[in-house]
């Protein structure tokens, strides 16, 4: 779910008022335990770990490993705001790959070259939660050289972000040598064998767990090598490198997927899936278990795929896609074409260049992912909110329609239909489950497409369920009123799947297994995927002013701790 639609009810409201007209005229707490995904098999604790080895992996968006040496440049990747506005930078972490497991004291050394820019490295504890809009640290100290300026901090929940920060003045270079020690609850810094002080290390580092990251924030043109990284274990401790690479889905027997398959044949369960706590917590990996789809929740989304124009980060989905396909899991792509999630660079491209661009990226992306990603959300939420101000066919008045017109669905479908013709293709929008106008306006697009000999296979039915779609009780929505939207879709010769399923309110988890029940019962509904799995990883939820995350303890099968809600499972479970 985009952060949007938990702010849909003013919107819902309006729409009822104003739809006609327009028909007319178209004519989702993050505990500090986690560990690896079993089976990981490290090398033995010792009292040096050299993370250029030969033997060690780099999956990291901007960098690439030469010999022993990293070679970093600028990602470009940052989180924009629904207007397309900066945020937060995303800075690049080494998650489907090595890392390090430490048992008491240890320290980090890293030598940069050929600094260019701003750049920095950051260990974490446990990585950050990146969700729509937004990127909160759980636990990770970050040191920043500038020029003569030297910057570090810890970041972690209880702090909030830089919870302690020390700043020096130190020599300009193109080269320094930071060592970072963690002992005794603090962390201190030397650069270039000068001691830079040290602050509370807070217990970011208590999971025993270190990740890697490594950024040059001065794009485009930043960049920096990395010619020693080094862990050592310091009175005492040890260290140890380990491989997320070997992280993998084991499918539970006894899950939604396993019921799906005896009760349809050929249904898909699934779930919306982020790289982090896929390589990082084995409690979601055994949730996951439940599942035989995964659809890409934010790395495959054009800010974190192509950050920069004609620079295309592949890292994160490419790691997802391997974990789905090595469990036997297939893979849902999200999304090609969306008003937001838009780097900034999108919203200054002339209108005149904007197709080019458009399906350069499209074509780029799935062809990337041809025969690995089965299916795709090739343009996400089309309809406009506002109905009043909708364009033809109800359609968002985004940059895509103000330089192409409607004509943007149909060119965005057969570009991704020319690089990967065994996708299937899908238009995925909310409120169409019980909002009879809103479903209308995507009927009418739905129609003008097939006519026309678009590409176009399926409709996704959001399904963020709300009290402006249950009952009076707030507990059940109208099943045969989907299942009606659905058989219109069939007439079409439309597939249909419910594709982001959720819930606002305790009361309304009995309307999750209505939404199951009609897809189990149409032949023509493929899959049923929730936006998330566990309410710890949850887009319902949202960040303060101190990008301490606030839980929103609602919505999914399993709740913030990772821990079954009953009546989630067994409305889910009793449909299937």
Known sequence: MENLERNHASLKERAGRATLAVLAAAGVFMPAHVSEAEPLQPNALSQTADMLGTNTSWNMPGAIKSGHQLNIKATGLGIVNQDGTPNQTNPPVNLYGSRLNTTGAFSVTTTMSNIGGQVQESLYGTDDVVEDEWRAPIGNVTMRFNGNKFAASVNDQKNGTDGHVLNKTIKASSSHTIKMTDKSGKVSFAVDGKSMGSMPDDGIFNTHKVWVGMDALSAPSGKFSVTKLQANGESGGKVSLADTRSTKINRDPTGFQA???KKRPGLLMGSAVALGPMVSDPTYDRLLGNEGLVSVENAGKWQNIEPEKGKFNFKDMDAIVDIARKSGMKVHGHALVFTEAQPTWMRNVPANQLEKVMTNHIKTVVGHYKGKVSSWDVVNEPLADDYNKAGQFGLRENNFYKAMGPDYVEIALRAAHAADPSAKLYLNDYGMESDDNKFQLMNVLSQYLTQIGAPLNGIGFEAHLDKFDTNSADTHIDEAKLEDHFQVMANLGL??????????????????????KACVKHPNCESVTTWG???????????????QIQYNNIGLPYDKNEKPISAAIQAIKSSL
């Open 495 to 516: 597939k249909v799947r419910v594709s982001e399923l959720d819930v606002s309110n305790p009361s309304e988890y009995p309307a999750l297994g209505d939404a199951v």
């Open 533 to 547: 799995i566990t309410n710890r990883y949850s887009s319902g939820s949202d960040t303060n002013g101190n990008d």
């Open 259 to 261: 019921l799906a398959s």
